[in-house]
Structures are given as structure tokens and as C-alpha cells.
């Protein structure tokens, strides 16, 4: 699992800005792509709210399943156990996604779920089993 935060720390990395975003997610492309030709099977968390970065990456990877986790702000503002999202509202948190940083939907995704109406439960069992599937195709 290569995660977006865990990410950060590890490349040193702590900006918000549209060019930090994007390095760290290449990075994550590169390394689930050198893991991937080792036969590994690589999951990656995190936001990429740009577009053309998910396409970019799609195009990097030859087994490639995309997620979105849909859920209103409303939502993400109640689980937002940082305060990250109050911070970015009073001005105090540039480039914060769904507030000063719009996400760039492009439909199109592998699987689509709402986890502000269904239970971490069931995304959790439907992640899985969609993942197991594609992973059985491979």
C-alpha cells in the first residue's frame, strides 16, 4: 500500500501546492509501476484532483483500477479529525481540495461508491471484492 501522507513524509515533502501534489503522485505511479514488473500487486491511496494526473497515471500502469470515494463536503467535514477542512474555510489552509482546490471529476472510474451514505462496512467488502476480481483477470 503506498499512501499519500505516508508518501510525504518519506520524500519529504509537506507542501499543499499543485506541484507538490502532482510530484507525489508520480512518484507513487513510479513506484507501484517498478513493483508491479516485480509481480507485485500495488494498491495507493490518495487524492489526485486533477484530471489529466489520474490519465497520466492510467497510462503509466498496465493494470490500473481506479476508485472514487464519493462524499460531500458536509460529510468530510464532520470525519475531518484534523481540522484541516475548518482551517482551509477560515483561510488559514491554501490549496485544500473542495474548498480553494476544486476536484476535476472524469467519470469513467473502475468503481464509484458513497461513503457518506454507505457504511465503511460496505465500501470496505466492495472494494474488496471488486479488487480480488480484477486482480483474478490479470
Keep these: 500500500l ?3 501522507e505516508s508518501m510525504r513524509d518519506k520524500l519529504k515533502i509537506y507542501e499543499f501546492d ?3 501534489r502532482e510530484k507525489i503522485g508520480i512518484q507513487k505511479a513510479k513506484i507501484a509501476l517498478d513493483l508491479n514488473k516485480d509481480g507485485k500487486i500495488v ?8 484530471k489529466k494526473w489520474r490519465n497520466d497515471i492510467r497510462n503509466m500502469l ?4 481506479e476508485i472514487f470515494l464519493d462524499c460531500s463536503l458536509e460529510n468530510c467535514i464532520d470525519r475531518d479529525y484534523k481540522g484541516n477542512y475548518k482551517k482551509a474555510i477560515s483561510g488559514d489552509l491554501d490549496n485544500f481540495i473542495g474548498i480553494s482546490e476544486p476536484y476535476e471529476d472524469s467519470g469513467g472510474y473502475d468503481l464509484t461508491l458513497d461513503s457518506g ?3 465503511v462496512e460496505f465500501c470496505s467488502k466492495k472494494i474488496l471484492k471488486e479488487v480480488l476480481n480484477f486482480i483474478q483477470k490479470i
Excluded at 498496465?62 to 483500477?65: E, K, L, S, V
Design 2 to 4: 503506498l499512501d499519500g
Design 18 to 20: 499543485s506541484d507538490s
Design 62 to 65: 498496465d493494470n490500473y483500477f
Design 117 to 119: 451514505i454507505q457504511s
Design 43 to 50: 494498491l495507493i491511496s490518495g487524492i489526485a484532483h486533477k
